[in-house]
């Protein structure tokens, strides 16, 4: 499984990347918005988007891509290592990741 991180923080990249380690995820982060960003996307199988530290016009394009694409999309405001633990958790257990206060959802 491989899932796309938008946003969040430089500091904890290397975190994040062991986080999703200990799930047996393939991760594919970017802070900013980078070129091409849009086609990047399109190999992953979700993306993960911390709408704190991500500019609007990256928010953008990354959600025009995963509509272009049919890619599920989940958006939260925090982007600690905890929110993404417990998307992680959920999207390799078919669930899906909701907020904070209600992390997982059974599937349709």
Do not use: W
């Not at 923080?9 to 200990?22: N, S």
């Not at 900013?32 to 990047?40: E, I, N």
């Not at 417990?86 to 349709?108: A, F, I, M, V, Y």
């Amino acid at each position: 499984m491989c899932i796309a991180v938008v946003g969040g923080m430089t500091r904890l990249k290397a975190h994040y990347h062991q986080e999703a380690g200990k799930f047996g995820i393939d991760l594919k982060l970017f802070n900013t918005l980078s070129p091409g960003m849009g086609a990047k996307l399109k190999n992953v199988d979700a993306v993960v988007l911390f709408t704190n530290k991500v500019s609007h016009t990256a928010r953008r394009e990354v959600v025009q891509a995963v509509r272009r694409h049919d890619i599920p999309l989940y958006q939260f405001h925090s982007c600690g290592l905890c929110t993404l633990r417990d998307c992680l958790n959920c999207l390799k257990n078919g669930e899906t990741p909701r907020s904070s206060s209600l992390p997982c959802h059974k599937g349709q």
